[in-house]
């Protein structure tokens, strides 16, 4: 038996998605399926592919050069049967709010011949919105062990497996002196939830807190601009995405112990990017996220230890 497209391609889906459930669910077949044909590919290539495990899967040494190899060949095919421009006319790209945005368009620009940028605080809305065809393409960040729960047409890839969830509070605030804040001591405060309560950050926090023996006292729900006034002026503090700069009056801190953590997915819809362009923005979001992460003081550090490994093990 030799490999097929078919096989390279539920390799490619297990690596980008990092786990066999979440795979299954792109490729629209059950996961028994999936589990099948992978210990069939890895017969075939005499060797694991991928260590399975709780937190889910991570390519091995062989696995990861499969990888590469297969995502070359995908690429190099599917240019090879289709034109490389952008299927339809403009691309209709969301993101989740994220300080490196007005990077990733201007990167999007040279990458995209035609590109309209929808941000939106809501997860869940971009999830629907791709799955609905209202955006082709999206930056979606979600709870670490949260699913998307996207259709068959749409794709995707990790472009961070976790990134631990940062507290902005007030500058002056007791504990903004301190290089990390334990959760329990942001027991008294008063929070900016996101908009939306069925996002996976709102539902997060309440079960960290609870962990820790409290309930958080949601008393905003607005963008996180008007979060940050709220903040600087004393009255809340707020979770933020670690590469956040704060501001005025706001500082940003890690959460002591990571008790909350998100993962960064970039998905699109496969009729309207071929393979050979969602690779080359899934390039331009990793980099603009880099980038970002470096130029932040409070999460360089971390990013530096960590961020390469896990970015090169997505």
């Excluded at 999936?34 to 899967?57: A, C, I, K, N, W």
């Amino acid at each position: 038996m030799e490999l097929e497209i078919r096989h390279l391609r539920a390799i490619c889906a297990i690596g980008d998605a990092g786990s066999l459930s979440r795979a299954a669910t792109q490729l629209g077949i059950s996961q028994p399926s999936l589990t099948t044909l992978l210990q069939r590919v890895e017969r075939m290539v005499g060797g694991t592919l991928f260590d399975r495990g709780r937190s889910g899967t991570v390519p091995t040494p062989l696995g990861a050069q499969m990888l590469q190899r297969a995502r070359l060949l995908l690429v190099e095919l599917e240019a090879f049967g289709s034109d490389t421009a952008t299927r339809g006319g403009p691309v209709r790209f969301g993101s989740v709010h994220m300080e490196c945005v007005p990077a990733l368009y201007s990167r999007l620009e040279k990458t995209l011949d035609d590109i309209t940028l929808v941000v939106d605080p809501s997860s869940t809305g971009l999830a629907l919105a791709l799955a609905n065809g209202h955006l082709d393409a999206a930056v979606i960040a979600v709870d670490e062990d949260g699913d998307l729960g996207l259709p068959r047409g749409v794709a995707q890839r990790v472009v961070v497996p976790w990134v631990p969830v940062y507290i902005a509070i007030p500058a002056d605030h007791r504990l903004a002196s301190q290089a990390e804040v334990e959760l329990t001591d942001l027991a008294g405060e008063s929070w900016v939830g996101p908009p939306g309560a069925e996002d996976g950050s709102l539902t997060a926090l309440r079960a960290a807190c609870r962990a820790v023996g409290f309930v958080p006292r949601i008393r905003f729900e607005m963008p996180s601009g008007a979060g940050r006034q709220l903040i600087a002026a004393g009255k809340a503090v707020q979770l933020v995405e670690p590469t956040s700069q704060g501001g005025p009056g706001v500082a940003v801190r890690p959460l002591a112990g990571a008790p909350m953590r998100m993962r960064l997915v970039f998905a699109w819809r496969r009729e309207r990017l071929t393979w050979s362009q969602a690779s080359r923005v899934f390039a331009e979001v990793l980099g603009a996220y880099s980038d970002q992460a470096l130029a932040s003081p409070v999460f360089r550090p971390w990013w530096e230890e960590r961020g390469a490994a896990l970015t090169s093990a997505g």
